[in-house]
């Protein structure tokens, strides 16, 4: 099985809807980073989280750490044509950030 | 916005040639990174460098591959003799101390014919 698992593998929406992306990991994830990428681009990072429970906005993106589940969520709000792309997240399952696992990625496009 | 720049941005090359693929991490980061992600799957670590040398790598780096900070700025990642299956993008990597904030360059596309 993967140890880093995103869901779903792909979204449509329509602008100005809401979505949520999830990434689960098998292992305790001790840091949870967040990357946008455009096909044929480099990764933009977008936050990271470390402790359970923590949650980070920046402008419509909001991200969230449930340590238990190992699992954090990405949520856009009111989404816009700009936050089509791929979603990517990165954990740290090893105790330091030496190495990140990536999960697959989710496809965000997002239709007027 | 701090940035990793990346050259080349593309580059083509004949099976069994050396390619050396450059970065320029961001000026205050003390870690660095390499990673690869082949067309159409995960982004895949390849080896993480502090203080001058490797420390952690991958099953993917084997010796064919080296990593070398020549100066204060530059990080390159070499592949000795490229196979057709090292034909992937090439992101460089780096953080501070913290660690809190990864920034990936844009990536140098390798294609291996």
């Known amino acids: 099985s993967q140890e880093l698992e995103q869901s779903p593998q792909s979204l449509i929406v329509q602008e100005g809807k809401n979505l949520t992306i999830n990434c689960t990991s098998s292992k305790t994830l001790y840091g949870l980073y967040w990357y946008k990428q455009k096909y044929g681009e480099g990764l933009i990072f977008l936050m990271m989280?470390?402790?359970?429970?923590e949650e980070k906005s920046h402008e419509k993106i909001t991200a969230k750490l449930d340590e238990k589940k190992q699992q954090s969520s990405l949520h856009i709000t009111a989404s816009q044509p700009s936050h089509a792309g791929t979603y990517l997240c990165?954990?740290?399952?090893?105790?330091?950030?030496?190495?990140?696992?990536f999960g697959t990625g989710t496809r965000l496009q997002v239709f007027p | 916005e701090p940035e990793v720049t990346q050259t080349p941005s593309h580059q083509v090359t004949q099976m069994g040639q050396e390619v050396i693929l450059r970065c320029v991490p961001i000026s205050n980061h003390l870690y660095f990174y390499w990673y690869r992600q082949i067309l159409g799957q995960k982004v895949e670590f390849l080896v993480s460098?502090?203080?001058?040398?490797?420390?952690?790598k991958s099953e993917i780096f084997d010796d064919q591959f080296s990593v070398e900070r020549p100066d204060g700025s530059n990080f390159t990642l070499k592949i000795r003799s490229t196979k057709l299956e090292d034909s992937a993008m090439y992101f460089c990597?780096?953080?501070?101390?913290?660690?809190?904030?990864?920034?990936f360059g844009e990536g140098s596309w390798l294609t291996v014919v």
């Open positions: 990165g954990a740290d399952i090893m105790g330091h950030t030496d190495k990140l696992i």
């Open positions: 989280l470390q402790k359970g429970g």
């Open positions: 460098f502090y203080n001058n040398e490797i420390s952690e």
């Open positions: 990597a780096s953080t501070d101390s913290t660690g809190n904030t990864i920034y």
